[in-house]
Nanobody
Framework: QVQLVESGGGLVQAGDSLRLSCAASGRTFSSYATGWFRQAPGKEREFVAAISWRGANTYYADSVKGRFTISRDNAKNTVYLQMNSLKPEDTAVYYC???????????????WGQGTQVTVAS
């Protein structure tokens, strides 16, 4: 089991950038695929991005493709989500997810962090 702690959320203006971090505990982090989901008020949690355990493969929701970039540093047990050209509709609580199965990360998430709030003002 891996423990996840997100950070980096905040209040920004439309068009701004923000980088989220997810620090993982556990010596086997490099064996986990990881990803990001988000949940806006009144909506279901939705997939944002995922990255394979070595970082060779990345996947994005259509709504963030071209604006968000997921990356990871296994030496630091950390996964990042660089968010550029933010829009008000990106406002949500962002959650980090991890699982040994990339398919699980892309669909149901796996292990979750506590979330970090991102608010984009228009």
């Amino acid at each position: 089991q891996v423990q996840l702690v997100e950070s980096g959320g905040g209040l920004v203006q439309a068009g701004d950038s923000l980088r989220l971090s997810c620090a993982a505990s556990g010596r086997t982090f490099s064996s986990y695929a990881t990803g990001w989901f988000r949940q806006a008020p009144g909506k279901e949690r939705e997939f944002v991005a995922a990255i394979s355990w070595r970082g060779a493969n990345t996947y994005y929701a259509d709504s963030v493709k071209g604006r968000f970039t997921i990356s990871r540093d296994n030496a630091k047990n950390t996964v990042y989500l660089q968010m550029n050209s933010l829009k008000p509709e990106d406002t949500a609580v962002y959650y980090c997810a991890a699982d040994t199965s990339l398919r699980v990360v892309q669909t149901t998430g796996g292990s979750w962090g506590q979330g970090t709030q991102v608010t984009v003002a228009s």
